[in-house]
């Protein structure tokens, strides 16, 4: 992390035998990532998360999905991608540039 510059999160578990491994590397992986470049290189330039469409999960009206429609993810493997996307989020402004994700930009500090 110390001579990193931009950092693509693109690491995460599709197939689990238990549910609690979804959270475990998907969101608590996430988590666990952030805090490591914050902790070792708090002037990185991007950070890239790439989630998951699972994590917004389908529409309820047939029609296409928006990105003002509520995240209801169904599966596990959603809810853990939805719950990396809010800790991605709670730490979005600690970081000295942009955050990007699902949505466009997240924050800027």
């Not at 330039?45 to 928006?66: E, M, T, V």
């Not at 955050?99 to 924050?107: K, L, M, N």
Request: glycine share 8%; proline share 4%; aromatic share 10%.
């Amino acid at each position: 992390m110390k001579e990193c510059d931009e950092i693509f999160h693109l690491a995460g578990i599709t197939k689990a035998v238990k549910e609690k491994t979804y959270f475990e590397v998907n969101a608590l992986g996430t988590e666990n990532l952030i805090h490591a470049c914050l902790e070792n290189n708090p002037h990185i330039q991007k950070f890239i998360y790439l989630s998951s469409q699972a994590a917004a999960g389908p529409c309820r009206n047939g029609d296409k999905k928006k990105e003002s429609d509520q995240c209801e993810p169904v599966s596990a493997y959603g809810q853990s991608k939805r719950r990396g996307e809010e800790l991605a989020l709670v730490h979005a402004h600690e970081f000295l540039s942009l955050f990007y994700g699902p949505r466009g930009v997240w924050a800027k500090r």
